[in-house]
């Protein structure tokens, strides 16, 4: 599978927004990633629905949305109507995460799943029949620019072994301290889809880190 780059908004300067989306643009980002968090199943708050719509105006890039909050079911009618394409809401919450990877998919959006750096690749298992994607947090969910966390990369070996047996056309995505010295080493071991925020929006040039990660990985 291609390596696919999914800058994290989280990380750009929201006085410039337009600009570093147009910049990431240039330096052909797949996705632009939205951290969507309560302050409650994470401490932090950061973006509702209304970034969505507003970015919709600025970018025809798709857009993904990774549900860090606890009623997801009560938000994601308003996300896929805000434009949301692919939505990864957390399997550590409380709620039933089937009906909700059942809701996405019925509203006719992509549904995906997120594992926290302790969760066991095995939860996944009863979901393969309703999700693409498999979002492994290769940090603690909730801040951007964290260090990376080594372990993870047993953590996509042991899935991308899983899928390739269940799923094979299922993708695994990484977020959380994804840079270009780590990268090639991810996408070897059988990541596609990476999160990049602070290797993206805070670099000198952002369009050229964007290429940079995505060369790191051939």
Same mark, same amino acid.
């Given at each position: +599978? ?16 337009? =600009? ?12 632009? !990633?939205?951290?969507? +968090? =309560?302050?409650?199943? %994470? ?10 719509? *507003? +970015?919709?105006?600025?970018? $025809?890039?798709?857009? =993904?949305? !990774?549900? +860090?909050?606890?009623?997801?079911? $009560? ?8 434009? @949301? ?8 919450? *409380?709620?039933? %995460?089937?009906?909700? @990877? ?7 959006? &992509? ?9 066991? @690749? ?11 994607? %498999? ?11 964290? $260090?990376?966390?080594? !372990? &993870? ?24 301290? %994804? &840079?270009?010295?780590? /990268?090639?080493?991810?996408?070897? #071991? ?5 999160? #990049?925020?602070?290797? @993206?929006?805070?670099?000198?040039? /952002? ?12």
């Amino acid at each position: +599978m291609k390596p696919i780059i999914a800058p994290s908004i989280l990380s750009c300067n929201f006085a410039r927004l337009e =600009d570093d989306i147009r910049e990431a643009e240039k330096g052909g980002a797949d996705y632009f !990633h939205i951290d969507v +968090m =309560d302050g409650h199943f %994470v401490p932090n708050i950061s973006f509702g629905p209304i970034i969505a719509k *507003t +970015m919709k105006k600025i970018t $025809k890039t798709p857009l =993904d949305a !990774h549900l +860090m909050i606890t009623n997801p079911d $009560k938000y994601i009618p308003d996300f896929i109507e805000a434009g @949301v394409e692919l939505i990864y809401p957390h399997i550590e919450a *409380t709620y039933d %995460v089937y009906r909700t @990877v059942q809701l996405i998919d019925s509203l006719g959006a &992509t549904a995906g799943i997120t594992l926290n750096p302790g969760s066991p @690749v095995e939860w996944v298992e009863p979901l393969l029949d309703k999700i693409d994607y %498999v979002l492994l947090m290769s940090v603690c969910p909730g801040f951007g620019g964290q $260090k990376f966390q080594p !372990h &993870t990369l047993d953590k996509i070996r042991q899935l991308r072994e899983m899928l390739d047996i269940q799923k094979p056309k299922a993708q695994i995505a990484v977020d959380g301290g %994804v &840079t270009i010295e780590n /990268i090639g080493e991810l996408y070897q #071991a059988g990541a596609n889809f990476f999160v #990049a925020g602070s290797s @993206v929006f805070r670099a000198d040039d /952002i369009a050229s880190a964007i290429g940079n990660l995505r060369d790191a990985c051939e």
